[in-house]
Nanobody, 125 residues
């Protein structure tokens, strides 16, 4: 089991940038597929980005492609989500999650077994 704690959320204006961090603890982090999800009020949780254990392969949802970048530093047990050119529709609670499954087969909440508490991102127009 991996314990996850997100940070870096906040209130920004449209066009600004934020970097979310997810600090992980536990022996399996370095072999885990990591992901970022987001959930806006009244909407389903959306898989935004994922990264395999080595960092070699990543996935980014079409809704954020070209603006968001996921990365990880296994030496620091941390996963990042760099968010640029933020839009009001990016407003949501962002969650970090860990999975034992390969990146190529994960896309749903149920594919991930460990979750952080979430961090709020609010983008004003």
């Amino acid at each position: 089991q991996v314990q996850l704690v997100e940070s870096g959320g906040g209130l920004v204006q449209a066009g600004d940038s934020l970097r979310l961090s997810c600090a992980a603890s536990g022996p399996t982090f370095r072999t885990a597929t990591m992901g970022w999800f987001r959930q806006a009020p009244g909407k389903e949780r959306e898989f935004v980005a994922g990264i395999m254990w080595s960092g070699r392969n990543t996935y980014t949802a079409d809704s954020v492609k070209g603006r968001f970048t996921i990365s990880r530093d296994n030496a620091k047990n941390t996963v990042y989500l760099q968010m640029n050119s933020l839009k009001p529709e990016d407003t949501a609670v962002y969650y970090c999650a860990a999975s034992r499954r390969p990146l190529g087969v994960v896309s749903r909440n149920t594919d991930f077994g460990s979750w952080g508490q979430g961090t709020q991102v609010t983008v004003s127009s």
